[in-house]
């Protein structure tokens, strides 16, 4: 239950997205420069894994990884539900037989 919107609250879908798309390039540039100091600070070892030598580097590396392409799909995702919305409610007049285009506002 609230009240109010908090003074910084962004309302609506709109700034939600303009939010993102904001701090889209921050997040992969701080997913770089992680992969950096984690490519010049962790050392040269290696660790067996299923019999074979793995440089010990690339777990974090993949783990890193697998969150840029989390952000990356997110991002995607909102633009094409987006892009689904703004222009899902032109088509539904259009995409309905003309028979039943009147019904409906009849009914309503």
Do not use: C
Not at 4 to 12: A, M, V
Not at 51 to 62: C, Q, S
Not at 85 to 93: C, H
């Amino acid at each position: 239950m609230r009240a109010e919107s908090q003074p910084g609250e962004r309302k609506g879908l709109m700034g939600a997205h303009a939010d993102l798309e904001r701090r889209y390039p921050w997040a992969l540039g701080l997913y770089g420069l992680l992969a950096v100091l984690v490519w010049f600070t962790m050392g040269e070892g290696t660790i067996l894994v299923h019999g074979k030598p793995v440089a010990l580097r690339l777990i974090p590396l993949l783990v890193i990884g697998g969150f840029a392409l989390r952000t990356v799909v997110a991002l995607q995702a909102d633009r094409i539900r987006r892009s689904e919305q703004e222009g899902g409610k032109a088509e539904d007049e259009n995409s309905r037989p003309k028979s039943l285009q009147g019904e409906f506002r009849k009914q309503g």
